[in-house]
Antibody
């Protein structure tokens, strides 16, 4: 059974860079045609896709956050990561990692991790 | 890329059917048969309910169905049950390099 688990700081100061890691167990992140994504949800708000990395290492970023978002992977650890720079209070949210199949099929999700931006 | 448009809330009585719409453009919903729907309970991760417009993952009740016409996708839940009360989100592929866009979400209340 595939499992995803987010890890990272729960509290980040304004202007700092958030670094989150998603550890995948139960299957390699290099499996053909699978993508791995980051989605966040601000308190009381909807879902927002942040970025994804493909099985081959190609990356995709939300155009509204392109300058701040970096998505990467470490195949040796079966992990993929999110870096979000210049954090502000508006970035306070639950951050989820998920597996993506063709199109928009997010079929496996992590439990989510709450990140609060505060000094 | 703008978020897809969903009604903020819908409601129905047990046993009834409801439909949630998801309106986009020819660049997203209308351009690809890659619309998915997610159910989310408070404090929980979203759960995939429909993918590729109308396909159901294994284990999802056949009371859930999806369709699309032009730039609008729809999720229909028949035989409403109390456990269906949740937030529902649509999502559409929008092509490289943007990838996907989500709807704003719809709160379903079972009366």
């Amino acid at each position: 059974q595939l499992q995803l688990q987010e890890s990272g700081p729960g509290l980040v100061k304004p202007s700092e860079t958030l670094s989150l890691t998603c550890t995948v167990s139960g299957g390699p992140i290099t499996s053909y045609n699978y993508y791995w994504g980051w989605i966040r949800q601000s308190p009381g708000k909807g879902l927002e896709w942040l970025g994804s990395v493909s099985y081959s290492g190609l990356t995709y970023r939300n155009p509204s956050l392109t300058s701040r978002v970096t998505v990467s992977r470490d195949t040796s650890k079966n992990q993929f990561s999110l870096n979000l720079s210049f954090m502000t209070a508006a970035d306070t949210a639950v951050y989820y990692c998920a597996r993506v199949l063709t199109g928009s099929q997010f079929d496996y999700w992590g439990q989510g991790t709450l990140v609060t931006v505060s000094s | 890329q703008s978020a897809l448009t969903q009604p903020a809330s819908v409601s129905g009585s047990p046993g009834q059917s409801i439909t949630i719409s998801c309106t986009g453009t020819s660049s997203d919903v209308g351009g690809y048969n890659y619309v998915s729907w997610y159910k989310q309970h408070p404090g929980k991760a979203p759960k995939l309910m429909i993918y590729d417009v109308s396909k159901r993952p294994s284990g999802v009740s056949n009371r859930f169905s999806g369709s699309k016409s032009g730039n609008t996708a729809s999720l229909t839940i028949s035989g409403l049950q109390a456990e269906d009360e949740a937030d529902y989100y649509c999502c559409s592929y929008v092509g490289s390099p943007t990838f996907v866009v989500f709807g704003g979400g719809t709160k379903l209340t079972v009366l």
